[in-house]
């Protein structure tokens, strides 16, 4: 729901930015004609200056003499700015559309930060739940050693030798989700990955070195799942 919201409100804020941009060009079109026009003016001949400066000297006489006539009324007529008005329009218009360009790069900023956050999410939710899963096959896994461990040579057949397949399988498909076992048995102790319950006299081994592993450990990719049980030597 939120993506759509932001997928919805960047669509927005593009379209305005196209709007901006459009209104930008006309008004540089427009601009560009009265910039044409005023040169164009400004393109007179002399004859038609002194024309235009002896029809303005008469305008003015004829002011001058409703003034004198003692009219009350006097009527100014404004100037007309060629580019004035438009200029200001124009960085009215550039100011919004900078505006409306830093808002869509910050949404585009925001949604790329909640991409990554979801995606993190996602897949520690994902690891989680592979553990929870690999937590409850172990001690099936754990039955499946001790029953196969318990039998003597002469009692095994094809009911051992299918029960020993069934087994080789969990264990592949276990590998495949990249759990494997740790190593226990003559390496150092390491409390990240042992849980030490007995400790033993044994000249034979190092100081602080695994002697027996009662029962085994195993790890999710870089995660452990279930801590060795073993017996240390002092």
Do not use: C, W
């Amino acid at each position: 729901m939120e993506k759509k919201k932001e997928d919805d409100s960047r669509k927005v804020t593009i379209d305005k930015l196209k709007e901006l941009e459009k209104e930008l060009q006309e008004a540089a079109e427009q601009q560009a004609e009265e910039t044409a026009e005023s040169e164009e003016a400004a393109e007179d001949t002399p004859e038609e200056a002194a024309d235009e400066a002896e029809v303005a000297e008469e305008e003015t006489e004829e002011v001058s003499e409703d003034a004198a006539d003692g009219g009350d009324e006097k009527e100014e007529k404004p100037r007309k700015k060629l580019f004035g008005g438009k200029d200001k329009k124009k960085d009215k218009l550039q100011e919004q559309l900078d505006e409306l360009k830093d808002k869509n790069l910050r949404q585009m900023a925001e949604f790329e930060n909640y991409r990554r956050r979801t995606e993190k999410e996602k897949q520690a939710m994902f690891e989680t739940g592979a553990k929870s899963v690999i937590e409850k096959l172990l001690p099936v896994v754990d039955n499946f050693e001790r029953g196969l461990g318990a039998l003597k040579e002469e009692e095994k057949g094809a009911f051992s030798d299918g029960m020993e397949m069934i087994y080789k399988q969990l264990m592949g498909e276990l590998e495949k989700l990249e759990v494997k076992p740790i190593d226990a048995v003559g390496k150092e102790f390491d409390p990240n990955l042992h849980n030490a319950v007995m400790h033993v006299d044994d000249e034979e081994l190092g100081e602080n070195v695994v002697a027996e592993e009662l029962q085994k450990g195993y790890m999710y990719r870089e995660t452990v799942v279930r801590h060795s049980m073993v017996k240390v030597a002092n």
